[in-house]
């Protein structure tokens, strides 16, 4: 939960929602080695169909807990942040749900596919910390964002 801190847990537990090509070839890959320097632990996934929940696993050389739902994801005590690899049509609403579960979220940019939802995604955000008692993070994840 986003109220738990890190020396509490044994691991901080990763939820990936979206396992397309891009995610498996890119996002696993660096999340494992993620893992191997920290103690972040990709523990479920999500898709919209088992054939590609399968490879995700395969890719993670490990048992995954496969969530047909995102919503079932967010639901998973077991997982502590989600990164969400979806087609931008998605991201949004996807970004909401999360973070109302008192998940932290990184996302890809672009945020949303108009300007009129991304304000309003930003007035939810300020408030879900008021209705959850805490506010999760929130990062959109630009790859050239530490780049001088």
Not at 5 to 13: I, L, P
Not at 29 to 57: D, G, I, N, Y
Not at 127 to 134: A, F, N, P, Q, V
Request: proline letters at 4%; hydrophobic letters at 50%; glycine letters at 4%.
């Amino acid at each position: 939960m986003a109220s738990e801190t890190c020396a509490s847990m044994a691991h901080v537990g990763l939820g990936l929602v979206g396992c397309s090509w891009f995610a498996l070839r890119a996002h696993v890959p660096a999340l494992l080695s993620l893992e191997a320097q920290s103690a972040v632990r990709l523990v479920a996934v999500c898709s919209r169909t088992r054939k590609s929940m399968a490879k995700a696993e395969a890719a993670a050389g490990r048992s995954l807990t496969r969530h047909a739902k995102m919503e079932a994801l967010f639901a998973d005590a077991a997982v502590h942040v989600v990164l969400l690899a979806l087609p931008i049509p998605l991201v949004a609403d996807a970004i909401e749900a999360a973070l109302r579960a008192g998940k932290h979220v990184f996302s890809e940019k672009p945020v949303c596919a108009s300007l009129a939802r991304t304000l309003t995604l930003f007035r939810a955000y300020s408030c879900i910390g008021r209705e959850l008692g805490t506010r999760p993070r929130w990062l959109v994840c630009e790859n050239w964002a530490y780049k001088p």
